[in-house]
């Protein structure tokens, strides 16, 4: 039972231009929304979160959208550098028990210089 | 401060042996979690530890166990190791309810 999907197990964009990566969840319970990057023979490393009480979040060059009513976030970055060429992975908590996340499959993200 | 630490990285076991990975937290995180990455999908929650007790726990069967210690490191085992166990296992501390922090994992091939 995935809970938290990303549909695009791929996106690739031009250096300097937007990227848009999206995320759909089901449970109604999830409180708070993380999204992580990953590069190859590395952990997740932390790139910004959400809580559901608020529909944005922008930290520089990333903002993250939450659309309760549409169970739907998704993870802008721009403008796209090389460097954010990395699998980016939507993460979502419900705040019971032990607060444990819920990751999608993660979409690879190539920015073409 | 230092961050999440696991070992070994990488691990080659055999079907049907014992396998121990381990972890220290980051300085003051007291809750630490497993989680199993597969090959083309999202991490997917083992358990956790809060101060030495098991407080959640995802569908995995009980061969899958752990320990975390008073310094809050943590080791995951799992026994009568199955080809499907091959995978990338993660460690991530936190304290309180956010901040999760994720170690580099340990790649994990059962041949």
């Known amino acids: 039972d995935q809970q938290v999907k990303q549909n695009s197990p791929s996106l690739s964009v031009q250096e300097g231009r937007i990227s848009i990566l999206n995320c759909d969840y089901t449970n109604s319970m999830f409180d708070y929304f993380l999204w992580y990057k990953k590069y190859p023979a590395e952990g997740p490393t932390f790139l910004i979160s959400?809580?559901?009480?608020?529909d944005k979040n922008e930290d520089g060059r990333f903002t993250v959208f939450l659309n309760k009513s549409a169970k739907h976030l998704s993870l802008h970055i721009v403008p796209s550098q090389p460097g954010d060429s990395a699998v980016y992975f939507c993460a979502a908590r419900v705040q019971t028990g032990a607060n444990n996340l819920f990751f999608g499959t993660g979409t690879r993200l190539t920015v073409i210089p | 401060e230092t961050g999440v630490t696991q070992s070994p990285t990488h691990l080659i076991k055999t079907r049907g042996q014992q396998v121990t990975l381990r972890c220290s937290s980051q300085s003051g995180h007291n809750t630490v979690s497993w989680y199993q990455q597969a090959l083309g999908q999202g991490p997917q929650f083992i358990f956790q530890y809060y101060r030495e007790e098991e407080n959640g726990r995802g569908n995995f069967p009980p061969r899958f166990s752990g320990l975390q210690f008073p310094n809050y490191s943590s080791e995951l085992n799992v026994n009568a190791l199955e080809l499907d166990d091959s995978a990338l296992y993660l460690c991530?501390?936190?304290?309180?309810?956010?901040?999760?922090?994720f170690g580099s994992g340990t790649r994990l091939t059962v041949v």
């Open positions: 991530a501390s936190r304290q309180g309810n956010y901040g999760y922090t």
């Open positions: 959400i809580s559901s009480i608020k």
